[in-house]
């Protein structure tokens, strides 16, 4: 299984997220955060990742005659490049839109469910914002929300920070005017 088809499932978009940020968690942690995940087939999209080198076996520790292993997310095999993307097929892009929105659904949920969740205290935010861009623009944006992200990437955990999930979502709304 390449890549692409790993990444575009709901449940191991979902994992992903759930190891981002340089965490390292075992099985039991992921079932622990994804509760409305059943738990085989938990263990069976982590084996699919690791097997594909996306998850690596951190540490392993014998618990209760059975071996617990610790994995981390390896970031760059865990997304899918320009190649790939330009590869896609129209139905692999709405394949992918539909596990990530998933994915982003199951995540605010979690989120929400939690007792002490405080949207606006969190600077939770959901906007859509139309924008007119020529393709120069567009292209402008694009590089300038990437070195944004790009430069806190590599952030690591401290005592004063916490994790949060960006999901930037970009897409034509209208059709392009014709050139004549």
């Keep these: 299984m390449d890549t692409l088809d790993l990444l575009l499932h709901p449940v191991r978009v979902r994992i992903v997220h759930a190891m981002s940020g340089g965490r390292m968690r075992t099985t039991s942690d992921l079932c622990a955060s994804l509760p409305d995940v059943p738990k085989t087939t938990l263990y069976r999209h982590v ?63 979690a989120y929400l469910d939690r007792e002490n969740a405080d949207p606006t205290a969190d600077s939770v935010g959901y906007r859509q914002i139309p924008l007119w861009l020529g393709q120069d623009e567009l292209v402008e944006l694009v590089n300038e929300l990437r070195s944004v992200i790009a430069s806190r990437l590599d952030n690591e955990p401290t005592p004063g920070r916490s994790l949060h999930l960006l999901s930037p979502i970009l897409f034509p709304i209208e059709e392009r005017p014709h050139q004549d």
């Design 47 to 109: 084996g699919l990742l690791a097997e594909a080198g996306l998850l690596e076996v951190v540490d392993e520790q014998r618990v209760h005659g059975a071996v617990e292993r610790r994995y981390r997310l390896r970031r760059e095999n865990a997304t899918i490049d320009a190649d790939a993307a330009a590869s896609m097929s129209l139905d692999d892009h709405r394949h992918g839109f539909t596990a990530a929105m998933a994915a982003l659904h199951a995540e605010f949920n």
